[in-house]
Nanobody, 127 residues
Framework: QVQLVESGGGLVQAGGSLRLSCAASGRTFSSYVMGWFRQAPGKEREFVASISWSGGNLYYADSVKGRFTIARDNAKNTMYLQMNSLKPEDTAVYYC????????????????????WGQGTQVTVSS
């Protein structure tokens, strides 16, 4: 089992940057596909980015491609989301997710593919 705790959210002006972190408990962090989702007020939760447990395969939603970078440090049981060139439409609660994977090359983009979720961290981008 994995427990996930996000941090790093806050208020930033449009064009600014934030780095989110997701600290995971458990000894098998390196066997989990990790991901970020977000949910804006009144909207459905949506996929942002995913990273394979090897770290070699990354996948991004079109809306964040080129602006956000997902990364992980298996030695520290931590995943990151570097967010640059932030826009007001990036305002949302950001959730860290994890799912045990049998292969090092997999990534997942659907909510139902992930078993473990953090509590979320608020990101607000002002115009």
């Amino acid at each position: 089992q994995v427990q996930l705790v996000e941090s790093g959210g806050g208020l930033v002006q449009a064009g600014g940057s934030l780095r989110l972190s997701c600290a995971a408990s458990g000894r098998t962090f390196s066997s989990y596909v990790m991901g970020w989702f977000r949910q804006a007020p009144g909207k459905e939760r949506e996929f942002v980015a995913s990273i394979s447990w090897s770290g070699g395969n990354l996948y991004y939603a079109d809306s964040v491609k080129g602006r956000f970078t997902i990364a992980r440090d298996n030695a520290k049981n931590t995943m990151y989301l570097q967010m640059n060139s932030l826009k007001p439409e990036d305002t949302a609660v950001y959730y860290c997710t994890a799912e045990l994977s049998p292969t090092g090359s997999s990534w997942y983009t659907q909510i139902h593919e992930y078993e473990y979720w953090g509590q979320g961290t608020q990101v607000t981008v002002s115009s």
